[in-house]
Structures are given as C-alpha cells and as structure tokens.
C-alpha cells in the first residue's frame, strides 16, 4: 500500500511542452513538498504546501506551479518546457511543518526534454 | 541561508567493515533537525536517521549511529558491519524547526561495499 505515489514514473517530452506530474499520499499528512534532483544528484526544495501556506523557493522558475485540488494530491505543472528541466522531480509529505516528523517521499518521476 | 556540506563524494570498503560519512552544516538558528537520507539505486529516499538539534544524546538505530557535535556543526553517519545492501547515495540533510522551507540536503556520498 503505496504512502506517497508520484505518477508517471517516467517522462518524455519534446521542449516547450507543458506537463504534469501528480502526487498523491494516504498517510493523512497536511504538508507535501516538491524536490527537484539534478543530473549530479544534488537535491533541492522546490515548494512547500499545507492548507494554509505555499512557501516557493525563489529559485524556481515561475513555469513551475504546484496545484492542490485536496490535501491528499499536490500535482506539479510545468508550462514551457526548457532542457535544463531535465531531472528526477520527488514528492514527500510529512505531518506538520519543519519539525520531527520525517518527510515521506515518493519514488520520484523521471523527467526528459528532446 | 542554510548549507549542508558532505566533502566525501565517493567511499569505498569491505563487507563487514565499519564506515564514517561525513557531514557539516551552517546555521545560526538554535532549533533543527538532522537527518541521513539513503537513495539506493532504485531511486527510492529512505530515512536512515534522525537527530533533534536540542538532544545531546546521539541517535542510534540498528547499524546506524551518528556523531552529533552541535558546537562544531558535524553530524557524521557511522554504519558497522556494513553490508552489501548499504551501497547506496547518503545525503544529510537539514530542517528548521518551526518553519515549512523543506529539507536543505547535501550534495551526497556515494558509498560502495565490496564483497
């Protein structure tokens, strides 16, 4: 019984493309996360979301938008697509923020721009 | 901001062999939490262990303890009796406390068992 589910798992794509990839979790969490993990494995928040806040790292390109239609779900559109948004995108969740409560993550999505 | 600084990119040892990783991290805040993550090659993120920044006792589970040295803003992984199945990446990572800014992670150890 899968805690955190990303869906596809892999995705090819030309560029300039829009895309999304969804995340869902069972554990009743109210925080999801998405990170970003680049090509030489470095890893990077890329938002963080609860029912009462987004807090979007000021790096992230504003193609990227994360959408909750319920605090189960929290699904990452990306509009034009760009090479360098080649990566592994990772969901997690955890209960509340910034504390203990370790994060959750999914088993990442493959993305690939031709 | 804060940084999480892993300066051990590649570890390679023996099957059954006793291992150290690395860690340092700059912070000026007074409450964190610190974690290892464990990323095998089938892509998976895996917690290996946590430490909260105001406990001087270091944690411990099974194989995996830690070195937690608050003052010096270290926090090293130690694995005993490692086993094949430990090859994987390692990535310390950083959370404030009270906030929602997410996991600031290291770049990384890749760390290989022989057998």
């Known amino acids: 019984d899968t805690a955190v589910s990303q869906t596809p798992k892999y995705l090819v794509t030309q560029m300039g493309n829009d895309k999304s990839i969804k995340c869902e979790q069972n554990?009743?969490?109210?925080?999801m996360y998405w990170y970003k993990q680049d090509s030489k494995k470095f890893l990077k928040i890329m938002f963080s979301y609860n029912n009462k806040e987004l807090i979007i790292n000021e790096t992230v390109p504003n193609r990227f938008s994360p959408k909750s239609p319920d605090k189960a779900h929290l699904n990452l559109h990306i509009n034009s697509l760009e090479l360098g948004d080649s990566a592994v995108y990772f969901c997690a969740s955890s209960q509340g923020q910034g504390g203990f409560q370790p994060q959750h993550f999914g088993d990442g999505t493959r993305l690939s721009i031709l | 901001a804060q940084t999480v600084t892993q300066s051990q990119p590649e570890m390679s040892v023996q099957e059954a062999e006793t291992v150290t990783l690395s860690c340092t991290y700059d912070?000026?805040?007074?409450?964190?939490?610190l974690f290892w993550y464990k990323q095998p090659p089938s892509r998976q993120m895996i917690l290996v262990i946590r430490?909260?920044?105001?406990?001087?006792q270091n944690a411990t589970e099974n194989r995996f303890s830690v070195n937690f040295q608050k003052a010096a803003k270290s926090f090293s992984l130690k694995i005993s009796d490692s086993q094949l199945g430990d090859t994987a990446m390692y990535f310390c990572?950083?959370?404030?406390?009270?906030?929602?800014?997410?996991?600031?992670f290291g770049k990384g150890t890749h760390l290989i068992i022989q057998p």
């Open positions: 430490q909260e920044a105001y406990k001087q």
């Open positions: 554990l009743g969490h109210d925080t």
């Open positions: 912070t000026s805040e007074s409450n964190y939490y």
């Open positions: 990572a950083f959370m404030m406390g009270g906030g929602a800014d997410g996991l600031t």
